[in-house]
């Protein structure tokens, strides 16, 4: 197999790391169809592949890695731990579990998956993230889902400030807050449903219409106008799909930029809905 050139720029993290912009979410793709799925992405030139373990896919992920025959230090895999394993220890080995699972010798970024604060432990999941870290065992720690609050918690508590937080964000839901809040710490953003898990996207809805509209002025699809607008401001984004037509269509989002106007006429698609849970409603 021979792996086109990246597709996707790079983003620099606070820690001095880096994250290719544009990654590939496996989120409910069937274990069956991962190790396939992963390996025909970094064919066509992914390098940054999204998982957790509740998708429990990271096996798979791991072979389509190793089968790619792209060497590991090109890739940025990513997982996370779920909520039932919050705490020092039980973060510590959950993380172990994930690695001796993917059969990788490392993560290049491990995450908190939800705060959960009904439970409040997600404070010392991040200390064990941090030593995780400290011990060379993970490149980078972040946090996925964490508002504001829970955000300046982890620093007031800890000193550490995470150097991603991935949410659920797209033209519906743009995360100002977040934004705002992550990037005082010097955290970057990643979009999760960054397509509001297809509905924007609904045949006949006003939103289809519009980026229809904008999509016929550059040639391009209504999809492929969304994820434009996630890394024209800076996101990082891991649109999901099992097919690779459709997985190689996302990537075609580096050769066009939106206008001023194009830019405009997508804000006004905000409503606020979330396709997925408040952060703290979950745990």
């Known amino acids: 197999m021979t792996a086109a ?7 620099t993290l606070s820690d001095g790391t880096s994250i290719p912009q544009l990654g590939l979410g496996v989120y409910k793709v069937p ?3 991962t190790a396939e799925l992963v390996a025909g992405a970094i064919e066509l030139g992914y390098r940054h592949v999204d998982t957790a373990a509740l998708y429990r896919n990271e096996a798979e992920v ?8 792209v060497p590991r230090d090109e890739l940025y895999v990513t997982s996370k731990v779920w909520n039932d394993r919050h ?3 039980e973060t510590r080995a959950a993380f172990l579990d994930a690695l001796d699972a993917s059969g990788l010798d490392y993560f290049d970024l491990y995450l908190i998956h939800w705060p959960a604060p009904r439970q409040d432990r997600y404070v010392e999941a991040w200390k064990a993230l941090i030593g995780l870290r400290e011990q060379g065992l993970v490149r980078s720690i972040g946090v996925s889902n964490f508002e504001p609050h829970h955000l300046q918690r982890l620093v007031d508590e800890t000193g550490v400030a995470p150097v991603v937080d991935q949410v659920e964000l797209h033209p519906w839901l743009p995360q100002r807050d977040v934004r705002a809040a ?4 010097g955290a970057a953003v990643e979009s999760w449903s960054p397509l509001a898990r297809g509905r924007v996207l609904e045949a006949g809805s006003r939103d289809r219409e519009v980026l229809s509209n904008i999509a016929a002025r550059h040639d391009k699809t209504p999809a492929q106008v969304a994820l434009r607008w996630h890394v024209q401001q800076g996101l990082i984004v891991i649109p999901k799909s099992t097919s690779l037509k459709r ?5 075609d989002i580096f050769d066009f930029e ?3 106007t194009d830019m405009a006429e997508i804000a006004q698609l905000e ?3 979330r396709t997925g849970r408040h952060p703290d409603d979950l745990g």
């Open 5 to 11: 050139e990246p597709l996707a720029p790079r983003i």
């Open 31 to 33: 274990a069956e169809q």
């Open 62 to 69: 791991g072979e389509g890695v190793c089968a790619s025959g």
């Open 87 to 89: 705490g020092v220890d």
């Open 182 to 185: 992550a990037s005082a710490m």
């Open 247 to 251: 997985v190689a269509e996302n990537a």
């Open 258 to 260: 939106l206008t001023a």
């Open 271 to 273: 409503t606020g809905e």
